[in-house]
């Protein structure tokens, strides 16, 4: 990693760099609208964009000390520079001490997987904390909190606030605080700056910019707090729920993006909510967020540092694993009622289906992580396949051992995509895998039989199938027999065996 005065300087540089590639793409598409009347929503948002990190520039020029456009490359690139390191620098380390920051549990000997930091401040009439913690209790398992802290932050300048909450933790969930999966922690006063004169940013009143200022310093303590807790760092608010198994969603999403080049990967499309970074980012994040915090909230700051860091596409996990519930801000006389629209909590409505242990397979491309699987498992979500859509397109089922059927239904589109359902399509059975199929890929059924055609609806239902057929069969596929450019929700495949 970057000594941290050489990292104030390509974070100079960076800036300077993005402000001038903004200013050249709104020049551009300014000149394209002006020829076909085209773009004007596009290039409002490029040009609200290189405002706003010219302000970013204008700021860093402000407060730092220097010229630092005129730095010598070679100098920032060099990190045992004598002379970029004795250069007065306008950014500082932003340093917490967390042994004393800890007021409840402790910490581990050995570094996790994830932590889970939570700062919670108080809220007129309401507290949610505790139904945040259930959730995430609830919904991971033993072994996921072996290799999971959750770090709860007690944020409020009224410290029998902060008391309650650690009260409250201990009355209600002890067993994991001895375990080390919860910690409760406090910053000392001296952390924060003060909170006085603030810019008035966005037409913002007094009120508003002091609360949100305040919640950009939150993060950065517990930022610099969880440096070394775990491998990998997920921002939460004290008002949300989780879905099941959202630790091992975490891994999975994580695995899926091994060779993509980025810096924070999302799982809610709710502001900073579910937001994951590699902790050895923490250090740099919170000295960034520091720097600027009276300037953006932190909904903008994060995605400033996500560009500086070359990120040029957001990755966003859909369905997404946690929901904001809350609707009392700790901003005083607010309300927000903010709901995550790919947040899943339906699962299969025919939960009289036995669905045999199988393997789900399509070659239709799913929308993020609308996965073949959701379509046929009993986790909440469904299958969701991006148009175009081609006759001959499949999702194969592929049970683990032969089966005898009863009963087979299918259920495509849903309340919120009524229109992506599967127009053209048959259901069919076979009783024999070649054995020249891969172990890994999709198998090779052969000698289909027709089960049906599925309704204009997109539903297809067909009983008495251990009559009918007489037979154990291996595959299960639905193939569609046309075309067609709607998106495809395949809601869900319920399978009754007779025995």
Known sequence: ??????????????????FSLNTWLVRILVTVSDSDGSGDSDSKSLVKQRDTLLDTVHVLQAKCKGDFFNVDQQQVNSPTNEKAENTDVCLQQVHVDSKDGIILGHQRNTKGFLTIGIPTVKREKKLYIQETLNSLIEHSTSQDRKDVVIVVFAADFNNDYNDHIKDLVVSNFKEYVNEGFIQVVKAPESFYPPLENLKQN???ELERVIWRS???????YLFSYSID??????????????????????????????NEQWVCLEFS???????????????RLSQFVMFFFEEQPIDYLFKYFNLLHAQQKSFL?????????????????????????FFETKRRAHGDSNNPPARVFSNMT???MYLPNLAYSNQPGYFWGKAPISAGDYLLIAFNQPVRLKRVLVDTGSDA????????????????????SPTKGTPVCTDYEKLGKFTEKGQIDVDDLEKTLGYDVVCLRITMIRSQVQWLVVQEIAVWTAW
């Open 417 to 436: 995509h009524p229109q992506d359902i599967l127009q053209a399509g048959v259901l069919e059975v076979s009783r024999k895998i070649l054995p020249s």
């Open 229 to 258: 807790v775990a491998q990998y760092y997920i921002q939460l608010e004290d008002d949300v729920i989780a879905t099941p198994n959202y630790v091992q969603s975490i891994r999975e999403y994580i695995d899926l993006n091994q």
């Open 317 to 341: 996990r859909a369905p997404s694993i946690f929901q904001h519930i809350g609707t009392i801000s700790s901003l005083r006389d607010k309300e927000q009622v903010a709901q995550d629209r």
């Open 214 to 220: 305040k919640q950009v310093v939150d993060y950065a």
């Open 366 to 368: 799913p929308f993020s």
């Open 202 to 204: 966005f037409g913002d």
């Open 1 to 18: 990693m970057m000594p941290g005065r050489t990292w104030n300087r390509v974070l100079l540089l960076a800036l300077f760099v993005m």
């Open 269 to 283: 499309e709710l502001g900073f909510i579910g937001k994951l970074f590699r902790s050895s980012m923490l250090q």
